[in-house]
């Protein structure tokens, strides 16, 4: 079998793995720990610099490890200590993008476990090899960790979930992280547990793969074009070597080489491949000597390539690339970028999306070959803060009248990774249209890389109601009801006041929020006037009984000396109490309980909505021509247990937590109008509120993991 990393007129002992082309040395050492040889360790770290080939390196051995993939493979060519035993593929989580507590949720999802909580996880896994299971775990591309870039996430995969992991006697891991963490996830490991292997190493140095990579690119069988250099083999042979001797066998070889031979193939002309001096000797000369074989100022593609090695995410729209070019360059960037493809086409790559929400200009992508060229052209970039800067303000202009409805994909969820990146962040978190519509994950990420101390009211207030959007998946629409509850439980009206302006459809409007300890339930009910009250006034001959009617209030079970309750037995301090309240404005009123009717089973039955609660969720519905024609009118979700749930005949829900006690108009209640008709035609939309689980109070929980 071959592949465009293997040279096939060069015969050897053993041919060399279909894929890497190489590696040798690494591959037994991996072949060794995955048959858990005595001398092999039980935790193999890979490291390099970025291009050093540790991605293609796992990829390569997991093609390996999968019983599946082994059957399309010649294995009796490879050398036998290069190929792992047929056994089960070990478990593999995809680190990029995820944070480590969604990373450890992979894991928890691919062995079924029945943890709550990321803690949880560590002993489960631990005890799974004594039910015959083995526990081996592959994680790569740790680099790539995180949905926002700036927040410092490889890190924490490497603190928070590969350290415990490590830890773990009965788990055998191998893992792929930056160099900066390879030692600290050793560490406090026993002696021959865990074993490094740096790719950038003269001990495992591959000179001759590095040569057969470059002569396999070069190679027409392999999609070179025909030149003299590529069609005539001792040529190629010859310039492979050149290309391998002046990459070195270190730092970013590997990638060195890929873009060395591409900007060789895509513009021949004038290229010497007996001038060695044409040849670069890292990704950063790779960038310096395209541009000047092209009589392009290296500086003007580096400008180029800038808001793409800056770029959040998969890439950047393509319609993007060069107001944002500009905006870093500090200059009119369109002539450049109009004469710019050739120059740029060796290191971009287009990333092409589907969907019905996807618009036309928003379909294509346009991202960097390797994360390794991003680094190069960052480290060319004299002041990133301040190129971030230009990038946040450019992107923020883009938003139609600052209407965050019609704001690009790109712009409403990836702007706060640059304005962090800026170090401009707390100035954007006072924007409520911003909270309800941006990616919640990337949001969050971005949110809590910043010290607390940084963070306004209401950024806490988004952050504490963050992972209800994130476990539930929730639409823009009630991640905005959800926010505008939140608003009002933390005394911020004003901020919720917004939100009901700017987001059309909310399902309800919190009408009053109050803190109160020890909750126990709630109910509606009417305060009836008293006896005096409903007396005849003898010295007036009419009245308008307004001061007559029943009162629509909440009663709320509380402990004895809450203010404003009253003890429900005298004399009894451990009694619980009652506090009354005016179901509109919350106002408390002092009225004597027995005075409160509460509603009949009938009334209840008849009201045009009704509600059904889970721990943690309310479902209110509206009631049909028949049983069974109920339509879900909407879902409130908490993120702690509720205590008490009910609803009035005129739509106004009333739910309690341990900590306090609010009320909401459901919307759908009211007659219709283009602003209910229109909500409840998308009331399909709710999320499932079984979903949502309660936030655990020592690690986050699943947060809308993707599959394992």
């Not at 035993?85 to 992979?106: F, M």
């Not at 083995?134 to 996430?153: N, S």
């Not at 740029?344 to 996807?358: C, D, L, M, S, Y």
Request: hydrophobic share 45%; proline share 11%; with cysteine.
């Amino acid at each position: 079998m071959t592949s465009p990393t293997q040279a096939p007129e060069r015969i050897k002992a053993h041919e060399p793995h279909p894929y890497i082309g190489g590696r040798n040395a690494a591959l037994r050492a991996l072949t060794a720990w995955r048959m858990e040889r005595p001398d092999a360790p039980r935790v193999v770290i890979l490291t390099g610099s970025p291009g050093a080939g540790c991605s293609r390196l796992l990829t390569g051995f997991l093609m390996l490890c999968d019983p599946e993939y082994r059957k399309g493979l010649e294995l009796d060519a490879l050398d036998p200590a290069t190929v792992p035993p047929d056994l089960p593929a070990p478990a593999v989580p995809s680190v990029a993008g995820l944070t480590a507590a969604q990373t450890l949720w992979l894991l928890a999802d691919h062995y079924e476990l029945s943890a709550t909580r990321t803690a949880d996880i560590f002993p489960e896994l631990g005890q799974l090899p004594l039910s015959g299971q083995p526990v081996t775990i592959v994680v790569p591309d740790v680099d790539r960790a995180g949905p926002v870039r700036g927040t410092g996430e490889p890190a924490q995969v490497v603190r928070d979930a590969l350290k415990p992991l490590a830890a773990v006697e009965s788990i055998r891991l191998l893992a792929d992280v930056p160099r900066e963490f390879a030692a600290e996830l050793a560490e406090g490991l026993p002696p021959g547990v865990a074993r490094i292997i740096d790719l950038d190493a003269p001990e495992w140095a591959d000179p001759e793969g590095l040569v057969l990579q470059a002569e396999a690119l070069l190679n027409p069988q392999f999609g070179a074009p025909e030149l003299p250099f590529t069609t005539e083999p001792d040529a190629r042979r010859a310039l492979a070597e050149a290309i391998a001797r002046r990459a070195g066998g270190g730092a970013g070889s590997r990638l060195t080489v890929h873009l060395v031979v591409q900007s060789i193939l895509m513009h021949p002309e004038g290229f010497d491949p007996a001038d060695e001096s044409q040849l670069p000797g890292s990704v950063g000369e790779v960038l310096d000597l395209h541009a000047q074989r092209l009589d392009a100022h290296p500086r003007t593609l580096r400008q180029i390539l800038a808001p793409l090695a800056l770029a959040e995410g998969d890439g950047l729209p393509v319609h993007l690339l060069t107001p944002l070019a500009s905006a870093v360059a500090e200059r009119d960037m369109s002539d450049d970028m109009a004469r710019g493809m050739l120059l740029v086409a060796p290191f971009i790559r287009p990333v092409e999306r589907a969907g019905e929400n996807i618009p036309e200009d928003e379909r294509t992508l346009l991202g960097l070959q390797h994360p390794g060229i991003g680094e190069a052209v960052r480290a060319g970039i004299p002041d990133v803060p301040g190129a971030q800067a230009r990038i946040a303000m450019e992107l923020l202009e883009a938003v139609p009248h600052q209407d965050w409805t019609k704001a690009a994909a790109y712009v409403r969820d990836h702007i706060a990774g640059h304005a962090l990146g800026a170090g401009l962040l707390p100035r954007l978190l006072t924007d409520p249209g911003l909270f309800a519509h941006a990616d919640p994950v990337r949001l969050r990420a971005a949110m809590e890389a910043l010290p607390p101390e940084q963070l306004d009211a209401p950024a806490r207030t988004y952050l504490r109601t963050a992972p209800l959007f994130t476990r539930t998946q929730a639409p823009a629409t009630l991640r905005a009801a959800l926010l505008e509850t939140a608003f009002v439980e933390d005394g911020l009206p004003e901020y919720a006041a917004v939100l009901r302006r700017m987001v059309p459809g909310l399902p309800w409007h919190t009408l009053w929020s109050v803190p109160v300890a020890g909750v126990d339930a709630v109910t509606v009910g009417k305060l009836m006037p008293s006896a005096a009250a409903a007396a005849p006034d003898n010295d007036n001959t009419a009245s308008d009984g307004a001061e007559d009617a029943p009162a629509a209030v909440a009663v709320t079970v509380v402990p004895q000396g809450t203010p404003g309750s009253s003890p429900l037995k005298a004399g009894d301090p451990k009694a619980p109490a009652v506090l009354v309240q005016d179901l509109a404005t919350g106002s408390v009123i002092e009225a004597d309980p027995t005075r409160i009717q509460r509603p009949s089973d009938d009334e209840r039955a008849t009201g045009p909505l009704g509600f059904s609660r889970g721990a943690d969720y309310v479902r209110v519905w509206r009631r049909g021509a028949q049983k069974g024609d109920e339509k879900i009118v909407t879902a409130l979700i908490s993120a702690t247990p509720f205590t008490g749930t009910d609803l009035s005949s005129d739509g106004i829900l009333l739910v309690a937590t341990e900590s306090g006690v609010k009320a909401l108009q459901i919307h759908s209640a009211q007659p219709d109008t283009p602003h209910t008709a229109a909500h409840r035609s998308s009331a399909a939309g709710v999320p499932d509120p079984r979903a949502a689980e309660p936030e655990p109070a020592q690690a986050p929980g699943p947060e809308a993991h993707p599959t394992a």
